[in-house]
């Protein structure tokens, strides 16, 4: 197994560890660990943009592919795209909304665990997915463009996402990202 890179590392360290686990994608093993921090991260570990998106106080759930919800919308980078630029383009794709009001919420550190796969385009042994918490703007529905993975996106109350079986920790940094707005008040 490789070891992380120092620079990677010492950003990771600047982050409040929130939640963290295993999974496997496609056969790849990967440690995680969702934290939040103000900070941005170096952007070449950056493969993946997402936000925790409101509409006053409701939040934006996607309803994926396999029949699993999650709040964190957003989507891979583009050669020489900015992370908001990323994120604005992949929010407006996938769901029809602009955004406002972008601020830096976390991120999420990626470890693979095993041989670095063939052909595989993106940071490798480590990578992050940067958060944010956003406001919609305006709704353009002929902006949208088909994703296999995104059924649906709608906005919830706060109240009805237990029963929604969102992960452990995209509830912590939802919980993280109501901090925030109650403080920027």
Known sequence: MEKIDSELAAFIATGEKIDQGSTVWDKMSLEYA??????????????????????????MVI????????????GRRENKESA???LRR????????TLKGLTILGFMHFHHLGPR???????????????Y???VNDYIPESMVYDKYVQEARF???NTLPPLKIEKGELALLNAAIKLRQDRI
């Open 84 to 86: 908001e630029e990323t």
């Open 34 to 59: 969702y934290y939040v921090s103000s900070e941005p991260p170096p952007s070449q570990y950056v493969s993946s943009v997402r936000a925790i998106v409101f509409q006053g106080d409701s939040v």
């Open 156 to 158: 919830h109350t706060l």
């Open 117 to 131: 796969p063939a052909s595989y385009p993106y940071p490798y042994p480590d990578f992050i997915w940067l958060i």
């Open 90 to 97: 992949e929010i407006l794709e996938e769901t029809g909304w």
């Open 133 to 135: 918490t956003a406001q």
């Open 63 to 74: 309803h994926g592919d396999r029949g699993q919800y999650y709040i964190l919308p957003g």
